[in-house]
């Protein structure tokens, strides 16, 4: 069994084939991926307000195999609470997906706070994209700022990428019981001279337990060969790999409730 | 067979590394790789001349396994020429490898590669069909540039990715010299849009071992939806056709 919890839907700027359902599904085949937690790049990217509808009558073909992430911009704090609202219903959405810095608020400040109120109300996991380069850049989403989030609140809180500094990143998560990370671009690790590092899987499950580490590929961004060859290249045991590769996603995103 | 064009080994100056041979060797062992390019990481923190003593000592032990790529500082300038003719002559060295920014000359000093620096050492090798590699983090219109100016040197260029995919494709049309290693290559089916737009015999694999994990590329090149000739050609043919016209020229 395998769930990823990082698979995007939709056009992307970038020379990339894939972007509809049935490519994602192609791609999850060949890669014996079961289940796709899916977010529509329309409402990261270009601020489009019907992206979630979009994404669900693309999705809604697959309901085993690909799950939703209602994406919600916190500029537009009343279509967002109604976004949240509508979806939350629908029960192929079982999480939430935003994208601070590209909305560029901070995530710990008051426009988020009530998405977040909403989430935790909703009791559905937040997915934060989040990628720190050093001190300076990104910071509106870096792991420290995602952590006052999950301490005011009880849903779980996933720091996209590994936050980019995954020894930082687990650093911040370690003691913190509703916060994890998800491993795509998770190869980089952006605040050393090689970014991109053989054992920084084995080194996040040292540091943190695989109890607080999701598989995710970032799909079609990123080839899912790219985390599918991390965790090859790791040395971790049976249990754990299984953690990592579906069974924390299981019990997150409460899929034996809603899937099986 | 698969054939590396980009392993580095020796001591790592900058934070606590594993990048002994032992560490090479296992990882090309489990790995299936079965030849590689290799250059000691000494060459990227200016002590080249002592780097290049090393990379050739390992290849003089282990011949059947690995060529080596001699490589330099270009801010000592008076020893680079020197460095270059060693390359040339001695067997153990099959090309040059260029670093990115982290030399300081490179890119902090001294304009990147699109520099005098750069061209007096293409000069030195053309005609001697003798490989540059050089690492990602130049832009691909100046490795194009370079690589238009001396048609003759094959340029192996790593640092493509999703953002400048469509550079790099360029950058490779214009210029048939020009050859698009892998190793930070993450796009979702890179290598198919690679492959489409440019060719299979422009594609070279490569790792970044032992800093890169070496199963991702691997993958990705095993997953690609292109013909398994041209999974060969991109695993070891392409660079195996490039070493054979250099021996040719020795």
Redo the contacts between chains.
């Keep these: 069994m395998i769930i990823d919890v990082h698979v995007h839907c939709g056009f992307m700027f970038?020379?990339?084939?894939?972007s509809v359902s049935e490519d994602l599904i192609k791609?999850m085949d060949?890669?014996n991926i079961d289940v796709g937690i899916v977010s529509p790049i329309e409402g990261i990217f270009y601020a489009s307000m019907d992206c979630n509808q979009k994404m669900y009558d693309s999705i809604k073909k697959f309901p085993d195999r690909l799950k939703g992430y209602i994406v919600v911009n916190p500029n537009y704090p009343m279509e967002a609470m109604e976004q949240l609202e509508k979806f939350s219903k629908i029960p192929q959405f079982i999480g939430v997906k935003v994208h601070p810095s590209w909305y560029n608020r901070p995530v710990d400040g008051p426009e988020f706070e009530p998405v977040f109120n909403k989430c935790e109300e909703l009791d559905l996991p937040v997915l934060v994209h989040s990628y720190v380069i050093g001190d300076q850049e990104d910071q509106v989403s870096c792991p420290e700022r995602i952590a006052n989030v999950a301490r005011r609140h009880g849903n779980p809180i996933i720091v996209a990428h590994m936050g980019g500094n995954s020894g930082r990143t687990c650093k911040v998560i370690k003691n913190i019981d509703n916060m994890y990370m998800d491993i795509s671009?998770g190869?980089e690790r952006a605040s050393?001279?090689?970014v991109?590092?053989?054992g920084r899987i084995d080194d996040a499950v040292k540091e943190i337990g695989a109890d607080k580490i999701l598989f995710g590929s970032d799909?079609?961004?990123?080839?899912?060969?790219?985390c599918?060859?991390?965790m090859?290249?790791s040395n971790l045991s049976g249990e754990d790999r299984e953690k990592i590769m579906w069974k924390n996603a299981n019990r997150i995103f409460k899929l034996d409730k809603k899937v099986y | 067979m698969i054939f590396d064009s980009n392993v580095l080994f020796g001591f790592e100056l900058q934070y606590n590394k594993d990048l002994s041979m032992e560490k090479v060797l296992e990882l090309m062992e489990s790995r299936n790789i079965d030849k590689a390019l290799i250059t000691n990481i000494r060459c990227r923190y200016s002590d080249f001349l002592r780097g290049n003593d090393e990379t050739a000592a390992i290849v003089g032990k282990y011949p059947d396994k690995f060529l080596g790529m001699i490589s330099f500082n270009m801010s000592q300038f008076i020893d680079i020429e020197n460095e270059v003719d060693r390359g040339l002559k001695d067997r153990k060295f099959a090309g040059i490898r260029i670093f990115n920014t982290s030399t300081g000359f490179i890119s902090e000093w001294g304009g990147g590669i699109d520099s005098y620096s750069m061209r007096k050492v293409l000069k030195q090798v053309s005609g001697t069909k003798m490989p540059v590699f050089i690492e990602g983090g130049f832009p691909f219109i100046t490795v194009g540039t370079l690589a238009h100016e001396f048609p003759e040197v094959p340029i192996i260029a790593s640092g493509v990715g999703y953002g400048n995919m469509g550079e790099a494709i360029l950058a490779a049309q214009a210029n048939e010299n020009l050859f698009l290693e892998i190793s930070t290559l993450d796009t979702m089916d890179g290598i198919d849009v690679l492959v489409k737009y440019t060719s299979a015999d422009r594609i070279i694999f490569g790792t970044g071992l032992p800093y890169n994990s070496p199963s991702c590329e691997m993958l990705m090149v095993k997953s690609a939806h292109i013909s398994e000739q041209d999974k060969e050609k991109i695993f070891s043919g392409n660079l195996l056709g490039i070493l054979h016209e250099r021996s040719e020229n020795k």
Excluded: H, N, V
Aim: charged content about 25%.
């Design positions: 970038f020379p990339i084939k894939a791609a060949e890669f671009s190869r050393q001279l090689y991109w590092e053989l799909m079609p961004l990123l080839d899912p060969s790219i599918f060859g991390m090859e290249d």
